[in-house]
């Protein structure tokens, strides 16, 4: 068995409530998120055989919801 170095994930994400400025579009939020804000380098699994999983790169996304 071999040890592995210990690492932290950071996530972030930010929303805005589109009402607040245009009244029309109640429940409609804009949202940007990030995984891995700070592109971590990391290992998800490794098994018996020596294969190894990478662990996601950085990975920023937008989403729009309407809840109205």
Do not use: K
């Not at 589109?18 to 098994?47: C, E, H, I, K, M």
């Amino acid at each position: 068995m071999s040890a592995h170095p210990a690492f932290a994930l950071v996530d972030a994400s930010i929303s805005y409530d589109l009402s607040r400025a245009y009244p029309s579009l109640q429940g409609v939020t804009l949202a940007v998120n990030a995984l891995n804000l700070f592109d971590q380098r990391y290992f998800t699994s490794a098994f018996y055989q020596g294969t190894v999983f990478e662990g996601f790169r950085r990975t920023v996304f937008g989403t729009v919801t309407d809840r109205g």
